[in-house]
């Protein structure tokens, strides 16, 4: 079973940074796609930002320019730095990798203070 733990979340002002982790219990040659995703408060839940297996990013429209996924394989880490933060990005933060399924971790919470 894959095992993803997320760290990082925390209180910030808004304009500010923060920088999640995701520790993945898993070889990253059985990784295909990871990902973040977020829930904000009363939403569903929402993608942030993938990374293929093949190198390819994709954001959402509302974090393009402000966040950064990227992937350690040797570390079997995944982060999203996340810059310019704003109210509406406040939200629980997910990572999700991809192997035969797609795998989650329990969540951080982030929140942005005006």
């Known amino acids: 079973q894959v095992q993803l733990v997320e760290s990082g979340g925390g209180l910030v002002q808004v304009g500010g940074s923060l920088r999640l982790s995701c520790t993945v219990s898993?070889?990253?040659?059985?990784?295909?796609?990871v990902g973040w995703y977020r829930q904000p408060p009363g939403k569903q839940r929402e993608l942030v930002a993938t990374?293929?297996?093949?190198?390819?990013?994709s954001y959402a429209n509302s974090v393009k320019g402000r966040f950064t996924i990227s992937r350690d394989n040797a570390k079997n880490m995944v982060y999203l730095q996340m810059n310019s933060l704003k109210p509406e990005d406040t939200a629980v933060y997910y990572c999700?990798?991809?192997?035969?399924?797609?795998?989650w971790g329990q969540g951080t919470q982030v929140t942005v203070s005006s």
């Open positions: 999700a990798v991809a192997t035969t399924i797609w795998n």
């Open positions: 898993l070889r990253s040659s059985n990784i295909n796609n």
């Open positions: 990374f293929a297996a093949g190198g390819n990013t």
